[in-house]
């Protein structure tokens, strides 16, 4: 297989679940990213890490936890999320040498 | 403040009517002028990468160029699959990690036969 993954690609939850989002990219990459897409508004960064480091985390609420064990995998871990947090979460990765992402089908979350 | 702006927010063309989008940007520093295309339920698919004034990519009937303060998406006799949101992304020296891209709200296109 080969791209990035991310599963589910669909995930209904009340405000009480917990529940995880997973990224897997199989291109060699050694950055990888979560975004928030919502309905009219730009693409939001979230978190980027590279070679399994968090450099970047941009104001995210502290209901949405990044785990990257390995340059291959990445999740978000979602509790306690409010119906505002309903958006596409994208995964996406990138080189060293950094020339762009390759993105996710993402996963259409929905709160409820 | 950083900004990129993407125009028309949505754009309708009989098919054959070619016709181009525009991304404008006012970041400092820039390091690389990104387009995407994104279908419905999808994630964003690279198009091009632009780096500096005056440089030109091309792919099928998509062309993008780039200038100091601005990208075109020029689409020729575009066809019915071409239908898709083009997003328009900048990297920039004032990015923490340099590693994040800034967004345009992007330009739905609809083609029609």
């Known amino acids: 297989e080969t791209g990035v993954t991310q599963t589910p690609r669909h995930l209904v939850m009340g405000m009480t679940n917990k529940k995880s989002l997973k990224c897997e990219q199989h291109?060699?990459?050694?950055?990888m990213y979560w975004y928030k897409q919502s309905a009219k508004k730009p693409l939001e960064l979230m978190f980027v890490?590279?070679?399994?480091?968090?450099?970047e985390n941009n104001s995210v609420p502290s209901r949405f936890s990044p785990e990257c064990p390995n340059s291959s995998h990445l999740f978000l871990h979602l509790h306690t999320l409010q119906p505002e947090d309903s958006a596409l979460y994208l995964c996406?990765?990138?080189?060293?040498?950094?020339?762009?992402?390759?993105f996710g089908s993402g996963t259409r979350l929905t709160v409820v | 403040e950083d900004q990129v702006t993407q125009s028309p927010e949505a754009l309708r063309l009989q098919e054959g009517e070619s016709s181009s989008l525009n991304c404008s940007y006012t970041?400092?520093?820039?390091?690389?002028l990104f387009w995407y295309r994104q279908d419905p339920g999808k994630g964003p698919e690279f198009l091009f990468t632009?780096?500096?004034a005056g440089e030109e990519k091309e792919k099928e009937r998509l062309k993008a160029t780039l200038t100091k303060k601005e990208s075109f998406l020029h689409i020729t006799a575009p066809k019915p699959e071409d239908s898709a949101t083009y997003l328009c992304?900048?990297?920039?020296?004032?990015?923490?990690?340099?590693?994040?891209?800034?967004f345009g709200k992007g330009t739905s296109l609809l083609v029609t036969p």
């Open positions: 996406a990765s990138s080189q060293q040498e950094f020339r762009g992402y390759t």
């Open positions: 291109l060699g990459h050694n950055a």
């Open positions: 890490y590279s070679l399994e480091e968090r450099v």
């Open positions: 970041v400092s520093g820039l390091r690389g």
């Open positions: 632009l780096y500096s």
């Open positions: 992304a900048v990297r920039h020296t004032n990015s923490n990690s340099g590693y994040a891209l800034n």
